[in-house]
């Protein structure tokens, strides 16, 4: 009787040792994956902003294109609108200080 209850009790031991290691080892994943999804979401934010730079720049490129017909106007309005563009986001960032 005593070597059965022994019996029983090693066999639960080693299934809980089992059982801890697939628990640190889903643990180990569960962070793991975790860590990449911040990582996704930071490079998402980081894409999504550029797409919205390059949209911003696509129209003002089709202004500027509008604008003027030449190659030179095209430049000097866009250089223009560059400069109207830093003059508004001081304004913005000074507004916000």
Excluded: F, G, W
Aim: glycine share 0%.
């Amino acid at each position: 009787m005593a070597s059965e209850l022994r019996e029983r009790l090693e066999r639960l031991q080693r299934k809980s040792a089992v059982l801890i290691e697939k628990y640190q080892a889903l643990l180990a994943q569960s962070q793991q994956t975790a860590h990449e999804l911040e990582e996704a979401k930071a490079v998402n934010a980081r894409l999504k902003a550029q797409v919205e730079q390059m949209e911003q720049d696509n129209q003002y490129l089709r202004m500027a294109h509008s604008v003027a017909p030449s190659p030179e106007a095209v430049a000097q309005t866009r250089a223009m609108i560059s400069k109207l563009v830093r003059d508004i986001d001081r304004c913005i960032s000074q507004l916000n200080t």
